[in-house]
């Protein structure tokens, strides 16, 4: 079991092992460790901070059911996708797939036949 501080009512694990024996992750030493902590706790504390004012603002949030609020965050989400709409990309056809294919493979040959 590792160890757990309770904070502000959410759980932080204090275990140093978990952030150096990731599989695959890089190695950094202890004290880019505890900086990047600080900075992590930094920025958790600065969010706990906007939810507080949020639901002082706003206290009805505070009683909202879970699928209330993903039906919510859901509906949000469709507004942002709709005011930054995506780029449209040009569909090549066929013969234009082909031309490309011609002309890429007539400029590696030559470059094979400068190498050479």
Known sequence: MLPVIEQAGCHVCTH?????????MAK?????LA???????V????????????LKAFPDLATI???????????????????EPKRKRSKMSA???KA??????????ARRKVEK
Not at 100 to 109: C, G, L, N, P
Request: proline share 0%; charged share 25%.
């Open 95 to 97: 013969a234009q797939r």
């Open 16 to 24: 140093q092992l978990n952030l150096r024996n990731i599989g695959g």
């Open 65 to 83: 059911s879970k699928t209330a609020r993903r039906t919510i965050a859901k509906s949000a989400r469709g507004v942002a996708d709709t005011l």
């Open 100 to 109: 490309v294919s011609a002309r890429m493979k007539k400029y590696w040959a």
């Open 35 to 41: 900086w990047a902590r600080r900075g992590a706790e």
């Open 43 to 54: 920025r958790w504390n600065e969010l706990q901070a906007e939810v507080a004012s949020l």
């Open 28 to 32: 950094h030493s202890n004290n880019i």
